[in-house]
Each structure stands twice: as C-alpha cells, then as structure tokens.
C-alpha cells in the first residue's frame, strides 16, 4: 500500500486547514487509517485514527478533540483530517497511516503497517 499525503501549509491561528492522503495498492476499505504528527526530535504523536470498512469509529488524542475531525472516502480511496481552530502547537509535520488489524482502536505508531510521506503543517501565532 502506497500513501499520499497532502494539504500541508502555512495557515495563522485560529485557520483552518484539510489534509489529505490518497492510498494506492490495496483495498482501502480493509484499512484503519491514522494521522500522527511529529517534530524535530520528537516522537511521532498520534492525533487521529478511524476504522476500516464504513469508518464508525473515530479517535482522537486529548489535544485534538473538539477541532478536528477524521474521516474517510473509500470510493476515493482518500482518508481527511480536517483541521479547525489551529494553534500554534499543531505546527509539525503530519503523516498519514495505514493499519490492517481491524475491530480494535489503533493509536499507537507500532500498530500501523503502511507510512505515507509527511506533509507540513505549520500555524503562526
């Protein structure tokens, strides 16, 4: 499974911004899909993930919640992460995953199989 990410850019706080990535090589259904994001040094951070098939379950880190949100296409083979009220502190770059255990929240960087590119997101003050 291939995966592309885009969307990424400059946006001052309080924007909006729409990630994107694309998956090529696979059923996309049969993934869950993740977001992480990662700084310099940092370990990569989970921000966002939903389950395989119709995509029912959304989960998202503590930071995240109630200004993001999740969701997929499978015709388009497309996950989102639209990305509201942006701070400062979501200034990183975002990589997009794909994981192939289904039934069970994947949150965890280990738990997914496939990485896309990064794209950059970054959020003046």
């Known amino acids: 499974v291939q995966l592309q990410a885009s969307g990424g850019g400059l946006v001052q706080a309080g924007g909006s911004l729409r990630l994107s990535c694309t998956a090529s090589?696979?059923?996309?259904?049969?993934?869950?899909m993740g977001w992480f994001r990662q700084a310099p040094g940092k370990e990569r951070e989970f921000v966002a993930s939903?389950?395989?098939?119709?995509?029912?379950?959304?989960y998202y880190a503590d930071s995240v919640k109630g200004r993001f949100t999740i969701s997929r296409d499978n015709a388009k083979n497309t996950v989102y992460l639209q990305m509201n009220s942006l701070k400062p502190e979501d200034t990183d770059v975002y990589y997009c995953?794909?994981?192939?255990?289904?039934?069970?929240?994947?949150?965890?960087?280990?738990?997914?199989?496939?990485w896309g590119q990064g794209t950059l997101v970054t959020v003046s003050s």
């Open positions: 939903i389950s395989g098939n119709r995509g029912s379950s959304q």
């Open positions: 995953a794909a994981g192939r255990r289904l039934g069970v929240p994947l949150t965890r960087a280990y738990e997914f199989d496939y």
């Open positions: 090589g696979g059923t996309f259904k049969n993934y869950a």
